[in-house]
């Protein structure tokens, strides 16, 4: 069943072609989708041309934000001295993001930013354009998953090489310090059974000694012990 489509931008009617040669595009009726944090909102876009690339003079698709920053990102990747349109900012705040204002002049934003795109005499000539304009939802959810994942930007995959060369080389470095305890452990204990043989042994001389000494009072006292006692 077709999604009730809200008021706002509905007003709006695609803009009119012309005789020449033309490629005009229409970002109305947004709609609130979802709940909770998987809400969002989707747009009708609406493609009128006469460039034979495209499948008809007239094509309807759904498109939510993402998709806006999957051809963004595309073009960057693919038109590296040509600049690229801004997109409007994401608010993250709950209260804002689904405001009537806040969409409709978000709705207006995205509407001049496929705009001047597709009045771009090269970036109109754009293979991602035309599959932004054309292709399914479906479609389109299969090529945000496939061309940017979790991770949109090459720049994120030499991040994650970064972080995890950093991570093996404080891994090395960690086991380098525990083999360094370990061993400093172990020269400890040796060295502490080496300090308490030693002051057992001097404990043992020092015994003996005093044993020594103790016979030897024994042997001196021992005669004068014999004098004194009765005959």
């Known amino acids: 069943m077709e999604q009730q489509r809200s008021i706002s931008g509905s007003s709006q009617s695609p803009r009119s072609p ?29 493609t009128k041309t006469n460039f034979p690339e495209y499948q008809g003079p007239e094509k309807i ?16 990747e693919k038109y590296k001295g040509i600049f690229i349109p801004p997109l409007p900012e994401k608010s993250t705040v709950e209260k804002f993001r689904f405001s009537a204002e806040f969409i409709e002049m978000r709705r207006q934003a995205l509407d001049v930013f496929v705009n001047r795109i597709a009045s771009h005499h090269e970036l109109q000539q754009s293979e991602d ?3 932004f304009l054309q292709a399914d939802e479906e479609t389109m959810e299969r090529l945000r998953f496939h061309e940017t ?6 720049a994120d995959w030499m991040q994650i090489f970064k972080l995890k060369a950093e991570g093996e080389e404080a891994t090395r470095r960690f086991e380098t310090i ?5 061993e400093e ?32 009072a024994w042997r001196s006292l021992l005669p004068k012990l014999e004098s004194c006692s009765p005959v």
Do not use: C
């Not at 525990?178 to 370990?182: F, P, V, Y």
């Open 129 to 131: 354009l035309r599959t």
């Open 18 to 46: 012309s005789s020449q040669p033309y490629l005009s595009v229409s970002v109305t009726d947004p709609v609130k989708l979802g709940n909770g944090v998987q809400a969002y909102i989707s747009y009708r876009v609406i």
């Open 178 to 182: 525990a083999r360094l305890m370990s």
């Open 149 to 154: 994942g979790i991770f949109k930007k090459p």
């Open 185 to 216: 452990i172990v020269r400890f204990q040796e060295q502490k059974t080496t300090d308490m043989g030693v002051a057992f042994h001097e404990f043992a001389k020092g015994q003996a000694r005093l044993a020594n000494s103790i016979a030897d």
């Open 61 to 76: 698709v759904i498109r939510r934000y993402n998709d806006f920053v999957w051809l963004q990102d595309r073009l960057f």
